[in-house]
Structure formats: structure tokens, C-alpha cells
């Protein structure tokens, strides 16, 4: 399997290991933490939290950074 960031994107290292590790690398499956999680399955689990959205470039369940409030 094979997986990778844009560069772009502003995704910690830790993040970064931690999500390749769960795509890419069958044996991070196996930590102790995800006992009892039938991965073959997984896929079919609902989802916790789906957004309503209006369509494919909608962004309000986003917050708004506003930059200029970061020097205040």
C-alpha cells in the first residue's frame, strides 16, 4: 500500500507517522489499543459524525482562521 501528503498540506510529523503507519502498515493494526477492532469490517461501521453538507465545496463545518486576530 502506498500513501502520501501533499506537499502542502499542514499535517504535523507525528500526525504524518501516525496516520501512514495505520494506512500503509498492517502491523501497526496489531497495538494493543485496537484489540478487539474487526479491521476486515471496519469499512462498514457507520460513522460517528457525518456533516450535513450542500455540496462538494461546502465548508461550513469549518471554523473561519482569521490571521489578523492572531496578532491581537
Not at 25 to 44: A, I, N, Q, T, V
Amino acid at each position: 500500500d502506498y500513501f502520501e501528503f501533499p506537499p502542502e498540506s499542514e499535517v504535523s510529523e507525528e500526525a504524518r507517522s501516525l496516520i501512514s503507519a495505520l494506512i500503509c502498515d498492517r502491523s501497526e493494526r496489531k497495538h494493543p489499543f485496537f484489540r478487539g477492532l474487526d479491521w476486515s469490517s471496519l469499512h462498514l461501521l457507520p460513522p460517528p459524525y457525518r456533516p450535513d453538507v450542500s455540496d462538494a465545496t461546502d465548508t461550513s463545518n469549518f471554523d473561519v482562521l482569521d490571521d489578523s486576530l492572531s496578532n491581537m
